[in-house]
């Protein structure tokens, strides 16, 4: 991710944001993405969605609905053992990838998404292209009115 023009992006929209809702006070987190975003993808080590807790979130769902439909109530080590059986096999990666994978429709990006995302980039000739528009251009991207990548 080019990390100077996201920041420039968070900042715009830092200012944006004062400005048009300057009567309620930004949330803590819109402040932690906005503020500190930049730096966070600049240091961090690991990609921004392992540092996600929705994971864990989500899993707690799953604990707590395997222990009350899935699991032994008799005794609190069997209830256990249960429930992490049943977390267990909804992890295991070879299981979900022999079913079917239902088909998902996405949003394209919109041009500013895709301007943050595409570093400058070496071609078959070993020239930088310097510019994402030249970038876009080379690569066949189109996008509409809004700014929004449209399918060819």
Request: charge should be negative; charged fraction near 25%.
């Amino acid at each position: 991710m080019n990390t100077e023009k996201f920041a420039t992006y968070c900042h715009d929209t830092t200012l944006l944001y004062v400005e048009l809702y300057s009567w309620h006070p930004m949330s803590p987190t819109v402040h932690k993405i906005l503020i500190h975003g930049p730096l966070v993808v600049e240091h961090a080590i690991l990609p921004i969605g392992t540092l996600s807790e929705e994971a864990a979130e989500a899993r707690n769902k799953h604990f707590r609905q395997f222990r009350s439909n899935y699991s032994r109530k008799f005794s609190r080590e069997q209830c256990n053992l249960d429930v992490l059986n049943v977390l267990l096999l909804t992890s295991d990666p070879y299981l979900p990838s022999i079913r079917l994978k239902p088909q998902k429709r996405s949003k394209p990006f919109s041009f500013e998404a895709t301007e943050m995302l595409l570093p400058s980039e070496v071609d078959a000739s070993n020239e930088v292209i310097e510019s994402t528009e030249d970038f876009v251009q080379e690569a066949n991207y189109s996008f509409d009115e809004e700014g929004w990548q449209t399918s060819d």
